[in-house]
C-alpha cells in the first residue's frame, strides 16, 4: 500500500485538460485523495475534433467509460488518402472493425467537449470536491520533496505529490524541469466543426479523408455518432504563430490556403460561410528525459508536447495517466513508484513525439509517393495502438 495515502496533503494535479481529468480518474479509483488545480474559471473545451486510438479507448473502457464513449463516438470505416491537387486516391485502408480486431478496441473520433464532459463528470462522481477551479499556478516553493504551490489568487497549498499536467506551456516543467523555448513550426492547423444535417451526402459516410498535396493538409471525419463533420487543416510557411485554442480564423484565409485544390478536396471549405473557424500555429519543442524530481512529476503536454500529426498526444496523456495511478498504487514508497513511471513513459512518449515531427515532415514534402504511406505505416500503427492497460502495467 502506497504511503501517500498516510500523508496528510493530497495528491495535487494541476490543470484539468484531458491528461489530468484521465490523471484525476486512474488516483481516485486507486482511492488516493486528490485535488485538481485549473486555472480556468469554468469547464469549456471549444468545439474541435479528437480521435481516440484503440490504446486510449482501451483505458478508458477499463475505468469503466466505454459505454459512454461510444454513445458520443463515430467510428470510421475507412481511411481515405487523397491526392488534393488531382482528386486522385492515394490510399484507402479498412479501419471499423479491422482496427477494433487487431487492437482490442475501436478507433473513435468525438468532440473534444463531449470527452471533457465525460471525464469531469467521472471526477465529479468519484470525488465532488475534487476540483478548485480559477487557481492558476504561478510558482512552486520549497523543497523538492515538500512543494508548496502558489497560485495567482494568492493561495497557497501543500500536496504530498504534484503532478503536473498543465499543458505545452506547463508551469511546472519552466519553474522546476527544463525551461526552452519552444520552435515555431511555420505550419498552422485550421479547424472546425460543421453539422451533418446542412452537408450534401458525399460527408456523411463513416470515412476519415485525408487530402494531401504541395505541402498542406485537409482533413475530415464524422463524430458525435455522425451528427457533424470535423475539418482539420495544416498549411505550411506561413509567419503567424499564436498558439491557442480560441484563435478565429477567416473562411479567406483557408480558401487562400488551398488554392490549387480540386474542387471536390475544397467543397467542404464552403460549408463554413457564416460559421466559426479557429487557427492554431504548431510549435515544437524539444523531448524531456527528466519527468520527476523529488515529489514532481510531469504528465501529458507537459511532458511530451508533440506536433499532432499522428493524433496522439491525448492518447499519451491517458496512457501516461494509466501507468502513474497504476504505479502509485503498486509501489509502497512514491520514489520507487515515480522512477517505475519514468522508465515505463518516457522512451514510449520520446517514440511517439518524434514519430509524430516525422510524419508532419513527410505530410509537407512536396511531390505524392504512395510508397510513403504504407511502407512502415502499418508497423507504426501497430505499435502505436498495441498496448493497453495490461501490457502498460505489465
Ligand atoms: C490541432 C490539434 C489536433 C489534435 N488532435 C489530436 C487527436 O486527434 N488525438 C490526440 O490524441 N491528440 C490530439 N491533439 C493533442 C491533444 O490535444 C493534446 O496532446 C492533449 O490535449 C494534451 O492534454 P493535456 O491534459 O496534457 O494538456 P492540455 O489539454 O493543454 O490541458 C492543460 C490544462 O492545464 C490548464 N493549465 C495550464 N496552465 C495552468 C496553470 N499554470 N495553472 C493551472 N492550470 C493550468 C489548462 O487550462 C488546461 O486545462 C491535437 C492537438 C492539436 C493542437
Given amino acids: 500500500m502506497s504511503t501517500l495515502r498516510d500523508e496528510a496533503a493530497p495528491i495535487a494535479v494541476i490543470g484539468a485538460g484531458l491528461g489530468g481529468l484521465a490523471t484525476a480518474i486512474g488516483l481516485l479509483k486507486q482511492g488516493f485523495r486528490v485535488q485538481v488545480f485549473e486555472q480556468a474559471d469554468a469547464f469549456g473545451e471549444v468545439g474541435a475534433g479528437i480521435s481516440l486510438s484503440p490504446n486510449a479507448s482501451k483505458i478508458l473502457a477499463a475505468w469503466g467509460l466505454g459505454e459512454p464513449l461510444a454513445a458520443m463516438a463515430s467510428v470510421p470505416l475507412t481511411g481515405n488518402i487523397m491526392n488534393g491537387l488531382t482528386g486522385e486516391l492515394i490510399q484507402s485502408q479498412p479501419l471499423g472493425e479491422v482496427l477494433e480486431q487487431l487492437f482490442g478496441s475501436p478507433y473513435y473520433q468525438v468532440l473534444r467537449p463531449d470527452l471533457h464532459a465525460l471525464l469531469v463528470g467521472e471526477v465529479r462522481r468519484l470525488a465532488p470536491d475534487a476540483f478548485r477551479l480559477g487557481c492558476r499556478l504561478v510558482d512552486i516553493e520549497g523543497p523538492e520533496e515538500a512543494p508548496v504551490l502558489v497560485f495567482a489568487n494568492g493561495e497557497r497549498a501543500a500536496a504530498s505529490l504534484v503532478i503536473g499536467a498543465d499543458g505545452a506551456r506547463s508551469v511546472v516543467r519552466a519553474r522546476r524541469f527544463v525551461d526552452e523555448p519552444a520552435r515555431f513550426t511555420g505550419h498552422i492547423a485550421f479547424r472546425g466543426v460543421l453539422p451533418m444535417a446542412e452537408l450534401p451526402a458525399q460527408y456523411h459516410a463513416p470515412r476519415s479523408v485525408v487530402w494531401l498535396g504541395d505541402r498542406r493538409q485537409l482533413v475530415h471525419y464524422p463524430l458525435d455518432n455522425g451528427r457533424a463533420l470535423n475539418v482539420v487543416a495544416f498549411v505550411s510557411d506561413v509567419s503567424w504563430d499564436r498558439e491557442g485554442w480560441q484563435e478565429r480564423a477567416e473562411l479567406s484565409e483557408l480558401r487562400e490556403a488551398f488554392a490549387g485544390f480540386c474542387d471536390e478536396a475544397t467543397g467542404v471549405l464552403e460549408h463554413f460561410e457564416g460559421r466559426e473557424l479557429y487557427k492554431w500555429a504548431l510549435y515544437d519543442r524539444e523531448p524531456v528525459d527528466d519527468w520527476v524530481r523529488g515529489r514532481l512529476v510531469l504528465l501529458g503536454d507537459a511532458a ?83 498496448p493497453g492497460p495490461a501490457s502498460l502495467l505489465g
Fill in 304 to 386: 511530451h508536447p508533440m506536433l499532432p500529426y499522428l493524433g496522439q498526444g491525448a492518447a499519451m496523456a491517458i496512457e501516461d495517466a494509466w501507468v502513474l495511478a497504476g504505479v502509485l498504487g503498486q509501489h509502497e514508497a512514491p520514489a520507487d513508484a515515480l522512477a517505475d513511471y519514468q522508465a515505463r513513459r518516457v522512451e514510449r512518449a520520446r517514440w511517439v513525439l518524434l514519430e509524430s515531427r516525422e510524419a508532419g515532415r513527410r505530410f509537407h514534402e512536396p511531390g505524392q509517393d504512395e510508397s510513403r504511406f504504407s511502407d512502415d505505416a502499418a508497423m507504426r500503427t501497430r505499435e502505436l495502438f498495441a
